[in-house]
């Protein structure tokens, strides 16, 4: 039950996170890519890989794990809000910039993911 509980408080900080980065770069950036969205889930994957390459590297370490990759990532990063900016951007015509945050997303959140892990596997 501890774990359930922390778990889901560090939700709610990493949902915190998430709304204070994004609005911090709405406000700097105003464009119609959401760029905050973007840095939010790509942040989110280098940060999860990082702690599964740990973890595969050297064992999990204890409920870290479900802490930060359950509690505090999942409740930072966001699918679908990224998914809604998406068709938001394809309803207003915005095609090309629709394509350019869903495909980029997902290219820089795979290789942010692939880096997190090199990297999280090499930490002593």
Do not use: Q
């Not at 942040?43 to 930060?68: D, I, K, M, R």
């Not at 809604?84 to 980029?104: H, M, P």
């Amino acid at each position: 039950m501890t774990l359930l509980l922390v778990t889901a408080l560090a939700g709610g900080a990493g949902g915190a996170s998430r709304f204070l980065v994004d609005t911090a770069l709405a406000r700097a950036h105003r464009t119609r890519l959401p760029l905050g969205t973007m840095t939010v889930n790509v942040s989110a994957c280098l940060l999860l890989g990082l702690l599964t390459g740990y973890a595969l590297a050297h064992g999990p370490a204890g409920e870290l794990p479900a802490v930060a990759g359950v509690g505090f990532l999942g409740g930072y990063s966001t699918f679908s809000t990224a998914s809604v900016e998406a068709v938001r951007l394809l309803r207003t015509g915005s095609w090309g910039v629709a394509l350019v945050y869903a495909g980029g997303m997902l290219l820089l959140g795979l290789l942010a993911s692939a880096l997190g892990m090199l990297v999280g596997g090499l930490l002593p």
